[in-house]
């Protein structure tokens, strides 16, 4: 099982521009979850997912979007990139208890 | 709003020593996770608990409910222990996690 994982693994963006992240995990888990990750702060989260068709925003989810269309893949879109989306991005997936994360996406918005 | 609150935030140990990293929260949770950050940024979950004490080699978990607090501790440290913990807590059905903001732990040869 490769678990869970993301592309790409850096980005450097311009301002107002947008991208989306990647993320897959092959574990048939249902949740899914968005974090951001910025330094010296805990992770937030930003979406998450119970399920195929079903998400909801967390903690930080302004400017950014999601959707489930699969119950193994939960893109992160960024539609307008500002300097504040400059972060670390993990995706995390769960049978629901135990987190499994991805090797995260540093994003650089310049 | 509940809060989860780690100390120390840094720690610097001798290979051996044996460690100590607390984490409190402010309201009720339905589990409590101990997690590690790798330094090239990886995080992987250590421990999930309710109640109780969980082992898994050198380290151990534990959680007390009614002080809202849970303790880490890691026996006969190496250097390979040096990342960052995190503790996190989860409030509701979703699993959805309140993180604080990590401990970073550096274990000298």
């Known amino acids: 099982n490769a678990g869970v994982t993301q592309t790409p693994k850096f980005r450097i963006l311009k301002i107002g521009q947008s991208m989306t992240l990647q993320c897959t995990q092959d574990?048939?888990?249902?949740?899914m979850y968005w974090y951001r990750q910025d330094p010296g702060m805990g992770l937030k989260l930003i979406y998450y997912s119970v399920g195929a068709g079903i998400t909801d925003k967390g903690e930080v989810p302004n400017g950014y979007n999601v959707s489930r269309s699969t119950t193994e893949d939960f893109p992160l879109r960024l539609e307008l990139a500002a300097p504040s989306q400059t972060s670390v991005y993990f995706c995390a997936s769960s049978p629901l208890g135990t987190q499994y994360f991805g090797p995260g996406t540093r994003l650089t918005v310049l | 709003k509940n809060e989860v609150e780690q100390s120390p935030q840094n720690l610097t140990a001798q290979e051996g020593e044996f460690i100590t990293i607390n984490c409190s929260y402010s309201?009720?949770?339905?589990?409590l996770h101990w997690l590690q950050q790798h330094p090239g940024g990886g995080i992987v979950s250590l421990f999930m608990?309710?109640?109780g004490k969980k082992k898994h080699g050198r380290l151990i978990a534990t959680i007390n409910i009614q002080e809202k607090h849970s303790s880490l501790h890691i026996t006969a440290s190496h250097p390979r222990d040096s990342a960052v913990y995190i503790c996190?807590?989860?409030?509701?059905?979703?699993?959805?996690?309140?993180f604080g903001k990590g401990t970073k732990l550096s274990v000298k040869p």
């Open positions: 996190a807590v989860s409030l509701g059905s979703q699993g959805n996690l309140i």
């Open positions: 574990m048939n888990h249902n949740y």
């Open positions: 309201v009720g949770i339905s589990a």
């Open positions: 608990l309710s109640s």
